[in-house]
């Protein structure tokens, strides 16, 4: 997703149309009855599928909960989003990389997944998708697709709106850009500010970019099914900055593995409503409610802290000191807690190194075995 700020107005009448009236009357009073919900995104939706365990995200950005304010409330800010130069940064770079009607995107494109197809000339086109709300803009380009590919000819969605069905309620998604290709087939693309040295960029800000972008292309599919001779391409190009200049260059990424894990962790996560149900009546998250009443809440909905949620949830700092203080070993993390077993604390842990009475538990037998064989090694020679 690119650095431009979402235009995506915080209130969605279709979201909350789709909801049935008892379940968006309880979301209301979740997040504030005055509060306007809080629209999904590809980064948020990425994060979902990356923690699908983790309830308490699932209802947070489900009831559209702004979780910024939340965790400022509770006490434990995250520092959260980009510096402003790096807004600004990207922002001048998507707009070299789009000007002049999208040319140079267009032959990065054809150079990059389609050198054997016709090469788009000064005719391609660059529809307008002006419209009101969400939901207009998703129908807007939903019809430029539709068009584009019954021209065939190149054609350059800047910023459209996707929507996307996840958990009962529609997500709308702003891609930096679609291309669709004479033959019918339509590719997304990311266009990030960090740089791309030597024809390689950093592999975990590429992963990142990979799972939003599978977002994208799950959204797509949903259109490309209904219109005959369309189809999501499932390589995305990724166009970053060359080495050290302004220079835009790309990268195609096949996202097939992203795809999958997303589609099967978002099929999976719990509806909104059974976890709406599950917590306690008077419990909320709204800025009307005292601090206190705001961590009783998040307390009642069950967590799954994971180091790698730094980077991905303005509540991970919360989760994070909560998990520390119930000394749980998620705090150190999946690796971790998935090779200790039935051993979900660090004190259990330490003292089945400790001592030799492991019982039948063969991970607190390799953790006795393990800490014999430590303090053999570190034991002074002679």
Known sequence: MSSYPPSVPPQSSAQQASQPTGLRQRLADLRGPAVPPRPLDARALAALAANPGCGRRALLDGAGVDKTVLAEALGSPAPFGQSQFAIVRGNSFEAKVKSDGGAELLRLVHAHLDPGGEAPGPDARVPDLSAAGPEGRAARTALALREATAAGAWTLLDHPMLALEVA???????????????????????????????GAADAAKVGAAARQAAVYVLALEKTAGKLPGAR????????????????PTASPVDVRRERAVTRRQLERLTRVEELAAALPAGLGFGPERSAEERAAAVAAVEAAYAPECLAACELAFHCREKARAADEVTALGRSVRGELGALTTVEGALAAAAGPGAGEDPTAAALYRAALLRAEALEPVG
């Open 168 to 198: 009962g309620t529609p997500a709308y998604l702003e891609p930096d850009a679609v291309v669709v290709h004479p033959d019918g087939r339509w590719t997304v693309v990311e266009i990030k500010s960090f740089p791309m040295i030597d």
């Open 232 to 247: 999501a391409g499932h390589t995305v190009l990724l166009v970053c900055p060359k080495d050290f200049s302004n220079l």
